[in-house]
């Protein structure tokens, strides 16, 4: 079995900072992993992904994750927010046999100017 | 648009009753997967279907049951209601079992 800990239930940041949202993930086996986000009453959006190869995995909205085999990290990072990134962030793994995805509690991002 | 389409998108209901959900994947995808999405759970994994087969089940309750017909579009049936389903009930679709996976706007159940 798969489980993801995000680490921050919410994460208050200014307009034009730096930010990261931090995923750690426990498996037995390989995993893929993802990136959703989820704005106010919408559904999931797949900001990223994981599948092989480069460790640095960039995404949309200027959006980019590590994936860090030894320490079972997933971290995402974004170097300047903007007011319109304010969402839900969750983290999510699958396994390589492909089957539901285990998501995260998810990260409140609220950006502020 | 990711191109998964759900109905109804809000569903107002009593305890004991019974609701249907749907959900129809993108083109060409195959594979469909429930979510149920909750202040306390957060993101669960219902069941997932591929090419009108159960493939995987996760946290269903019993009184709730799934299938997917011919044309690949799927219903959720949830029976016997408590006031605890209330929820967003989310539909995702993939290629395949191995491929990304792409949510529709959700289904948000309320039980009063």
């Known amino acids: 079995a798969q489980s993801v800990t995000q680490l921050d239930s919410q994460v208050p940041v200014f307009e034009e900072a730096p930010v990261e949202l931090r995923c750690n993930y426990s498996?037995?086996?390989?995993?893929?992993l993802f990136w959703y986000v989820q704005y106010p009453n919408q559904g999931l959006q797949l900001l990223l992904k994981?599948?092989?190869?480069?460790?640095l995995v960039k995404g949309i909205n200027g959006f980019e994750a590590e994936f860090n085999k030894s320490q079972t990290s997933f971290h995402l990072r974004k170097p300047s927010v903007h007011i319109s990134d304010t969402a839900e962030y969750f983290c999510?793994?699958?396994?390589?046999?492909?089957?539901?995805?285990?998501f995260g509690k998810g990260t409140s991002l609220l950006v502020t100017p | 648009d990711s191109g998964v389409t759900q109905t109804p998108k809000h569903l107002i209901t009593a305890t004991g009753q019974r609701v249907t959900l749907r959900c129809s994947p993108r083109?060409?995808?195959?594979?469909v997967y429930w979510y149920q999405q909750s202040l306390d759970q957060g993101l669960q994994f219902l069941i997932q279907?591929?090419?009108?087969?159960?493939?995987a089940k996760g946290n269903i309750l019993e009184r709730f049951s799934a299938q997917q017909f011919p044309d690949l579009h799927s219903e959720l049936n949830l029976s016997s209601l408590e006031l605890g389903d209330s929820a967003l009930y989310f539909c995702?679709?993939?290629?395949?079992?191995?491929?990304?996976?792409?949510f529709g706007p959700g289904t948000r159940l309320t039980v009063l």
């Open positions: 498996s037995s086996v390989s995993v893929y």
């Open positions: 994981y599948l092989s190869g480069s460790t």
């Open positions: 279907y591929y090419n009108g087969e159960e493939r």
């Open positions: 995702a679709s993939s290629v395949a079992p191995t491929n990304e996976q792409f």
């Open positions: 999510a793994v699958t396994p390589h046999s492909g089957y539901a995805l285990n």
């Open positions: 083109s060409g995808d195959l594979s």
